[in-house]
């Protein structure tokens, strides 16, 4: 998502919620909603991470004012 | 809530409720279903690694008496070009069709290519061999490196790398690239002391659960489709095939039955839509089993990888910057675990200069699936031996510069996150102190190695239903597959809030119409995820069994307590009563008590590992024996610890096979020569030593008893460990797994 | 149609008879005829044991014995290694040792464990290793096993 | 699986009636552990599947230490092993009988049923062949004997005629200052199929210092289990020495003509056969030593 930004591996924006967050993200670099949301859901297949923490993979998911989020590809994983 | 308290019943040793079933032959896997009128699938599969289908002509088939139905993907719905997220991972739903049976292109030898059903599985293995197939041969495409050619065949016409969303213009075997940026790694380089750079090539190694996967299917007249199976989520088989079939969910039903080892390869389906199809087509019930064979050249391993770390560090072994590229096969189709491997490869320590580029690539061999901690054992077989290497000419004992590099609360991870407490320190020095490490160790040929892995462990969503008996037990609903001893450890849990013993609860894995929905048993979440919701679930039980006995003594619900197994009141009226005696009065105090739990949670702490092993190398034949293996792992809290220590011996025990021996073998046609467990040569116990599993409890913050996820993580050391003792052995880097015999003797000059 | 042939065999003490073609093996007898299903198909070709049963006092793999070679023959499986009040000692010492994860191997473990100290009530730790070598197991990593079968050795 | 037949002989006479009237797809039956698999996968076509086992000179176990050892075509391994008489006379046999399969199989697999499968790396062959077994064969026109070495003709072929069956196996009494030893390299420690198999048998004069004769046999590197012919000559009146126990070991690599494949590339299985044949002959010379 580097190119999209200009390069900046951190960018900071507003936003209560992590759709909020897209959207201005959206608003400051074109292109990037395409890339995480289809519809009106979180696309498949991207994590969300809020200050370190995997959340439940929602664009609903509340954010602190001062969090620190991670766009990541989703992980799966098996046990016995 | 997270200090490392002393619990009554977490952290005990109970005989696991599903004991007895399974130690008398009685508990019921998928393939002991039985079912009036049954009829028996078997599968035609592609002998070919890439080819063209021009015709299929099952007529032949047909006409064999005791044949009863004959499928192919012509009866599968059409599938779009569409992404589907199906509870653990997007999928791309024409591959997940396409990957069920083969429809313009078989992609790998083992191919699913039509069905049959027939009234014993003899005659429909011989109907099998009477479908007549046309294809056009392909040359196939069998290695990571050769499919990134520019020039190499295309697997699929369509498939352009993308990029987090970009998409190239050209048609290409790579369907994906990551990249993963922190700090300044030029910058970091060039203060490094020491640079070191190595390659490393892994091969397709297989899950090797002893149960072939297994599948009956009854389609009623009304739609209603039933499906007995074993799988590691009943639910994600209820969603695949709904999806496969475009069936909707509320006429599908999923009967877990038990299940016989699954390691992540028991998560995609396979023949669970060919039975439906069967059932629906001959308006029979019908079991459609796998032989071994089929197995391994059927349904997913995990990947062969290419993979070369650079590492640097200063004089004081502080690592100054990190790079790691990683191909790795996707097989067939794209979804590689490339994601995980390169956000784990460095996880261990804390590194400011790092950059990590993965790459996922489409080959000729069956699409891979998860295979516990997907991708991390690739990549820490890397970053591990060159940390290795790094410490042995800086002189700095391999576990110190572990320690000097830690990663630790606060840290930041290479692909952004920041660690939350974790307990990665606390196994190296568990490692550091524990008398295997201090033992000497030089006699001749005799090595010993160590390394240390990461795994994330994941949350996602779990539903826990508890019923209360009179007798003061509880019966415990799920719909995690227990594979391990999970009914116990979730049991466990819910008889730690409740304050009864472990056997009080008869824990229940049912289908998919009588509980809440719940993810795979996968990703280490079960006794994490599961558990908590059996906590929930617990609580809820609590507090309205609390309401009964306040209506019981006829007080306010805030002047009734719980504590050690007894409701009493405070404030006034000396009442109490035991939890047992309350269950005794749920009638009179209205009605029976339920109790529901259902969680999503975020908080599943990472977990680390650290091993030691010995080896001593027969120079002459340049087989490996173990000698001595010790597996250090940080659980947050063991529920149940032998059953922890059983999860670290044996992925540990997978990680030796996969140093060792395993290996998915191909010829130039893109055959699997070694598709049996005769050459597919899983560790027996004659080859191994015990394993001694030593469990280190940082309690996880975000688990009320402070869980972490085991059972992914002890498979991601053993490779490099073992790599880091051969050398200490026999002075040489072993750079390609498996490290058999036969490579063994090519590195060390001896043929 | 296959032919099938008419068997009379012994099983768990029981005199059974069954029909079955010639290319059945016991295993299959066993679990589709006879719906015991205790004993396991992991590889049918005697490589991983989970179908271990004794067959006239020896330990086979059921997959590699023909139903029909069972005619007049003594089969021991799975089924038949409880009492009907209380578990054989090696089951026993099995779940206290949990020496088991999915469980799927364990029938043949414990057959093939109950063969062993039959004939070799006190096995070291390589006789126990070397015995079970045919038994696959790919959960437990061996090490509860094999103190599995070293502690119901020391009880029997 | 394929169809085929089942029958049950009682006499060595009924099952060579029946392998003539059978004809090419009728296959003699005892241990099944490798015939039932190659029905099954469909390696072999079997229309008839006649079991000797309860024919009772195929059950023979006879051992007498001035004639030698009669080993039914049908004894599994387990009973062999459990002889001490037979372990102690044919220790590069038991070695064999011990590492085919696992338990489970050495309850059904026996020496004979090795031996007629054929396969270049069956363990029992090279033992055979060193111990200087013979083959008993029974046929439409009697009864024939072989040489061990001369059994196979090629991998799953034999020199059995139309309607021959094998009978039994005699290996001569030991010589005094004798054994034999017998080790294969598979990349785990049980349940594979050998890489590479040597055997060797060895007679030592009183002092145990000069090696009166020797026979080396090769497994798995070639199309047949070897008689390494020139390796053992070449050991006849030689002090035991390494010098020399190498120079038989390089004869013995210089007929070997391996392949590559699954279990093992042809540079690897020409390295193990210098190296197994080293360690077969000190086995069989320290085994000697070792005894009283």
Known sequence: MRNLTGGEESVTVPGATVREVIDNLENRYPGMKARLREGDRLKPGVAVYINGLLTRGSILERVDADAEIHFLPAISGGTT | MTENKEYKVVGTRPIRHDGVDKVTGRALYGADFQIAGLLHGRVLRSPHAHARILSIDTSRAEALPGVKGVVTAADLPTAEDRIADLGEGAVNLKYLCDNIFASDKALYKGHAVAAVAATNPHIAEEACTLIDVEYEVLPPVLEVRQAMEPDAPLLHENIKTTSMGETAEEPSNVASHIQHKLGDPEKGFAEADIVIERDFVTGTVHQGYIEPHNATAHFNQDGQLTIWCSTQGAFTVREQVAEILQHPISKIKVVPMEIGGGFGGKISVYIKPVAALLAKKTGKPVKVLMSRTDVFEGTGPTPASYIRVKMGATKAGKITAAEAYLAFEAGAYPGSPVGPGAMCIFAPYNIENVIIDGYDVVVNKPKTAPYRAPGAPNAAFGSETVLDEIAEELGIDPLEIRLINAAKEGDRRADGPIHPRIGFIETVEAAKSHPHYTAPNGKKHHGRGIASGYWFNIGLESSVTINVNADGTINLIEGSTDIGGTRSSIAMQAAEVLDIPAESVNPSVVDTNSVGYTAVTGGSRTTYATGYAAYEAAQDVKRKMIERAAKLWEVDESNVQFADGVFSSINGKEEQISFRDLCGRLGETGGPVVGSGTVNPGGAGGAYATHIVDVVVDEETGKVEVLRYTAVQDAGKAIHPSYVEGQIQGGAVQGIGWALNEEYIYNDEGEMTNASFLDYRMPTCLDLPMIDAVIVEVPNPGHPYGVRGVGEVPIVPPMAAIANAIYDAIGIRMTELPMSPNRLLKAMGKI | ?156 | MQDFGYIAAKTVSEAVALLDEKGQTARILAGGTDLIVQVREARRDVDWMIDIKSIPEVNVLDYNADTGLTLGAAVECFKIYAVDEICDAYPGLIDATKIIGGTAIQGRAGVGGNLCNASPAADCIPPLIVLNASCVIAGPNGERELPAEQFCTGPGQTALENGEMLVSLKIPAPASNSSSFYLRFIPRNEMDIAVVGAGASVTLDDAKQTIVSARIALGAVAPTPLFAEEASALLTGREVSDATIDEAAQAAQAIARPISDMRGTAEQRTHLVGVLTRRALNGAIQRIRDAA
């Open chain 3, 1 to 156: 149609m296959a032919r099938k042939s008419h068997v009379q065999t012994t099983i768990n003490g029981e005199t059974v008879e069954f029909l079955c073609e010639s290319r059945q093996s016991l295993l299959e007898v066993l679990r589709d005829e006879l719906h015991l299903t205790g004993a396991k198909e992991g590889c049918n070709n005697g490589n991983c044991g989970a179908c271990s049963v004794i067959l006239d006092g020896r330990l086979v793999n059921s997959c590699l014995v023909l139903g029909v070679e069972t005619e007049g023959k003594s089969v021991e499986t799975i089924e038949g290694v409880a009492e009907p009040d209380k578990l054989h000692p090696i089951q026993d010492a099995f779940l206290e040792n949990a020496a088991l994860q999915c469980g799927i191997c364990t029938p043949g473990f414990i057959m093939s464990t109950k063969a062993l100290l039959d004939q070799n009530p006190n096995p070291t730790e390589h006789e126990i290793r070397y015995w079970l070598a045919g038994n696959l197991c790919r959960c437990t990593g061996y090490d509860k096993i094999v103190r599995a079968v070293q502690d119901a050795a020391e009880s029997m």
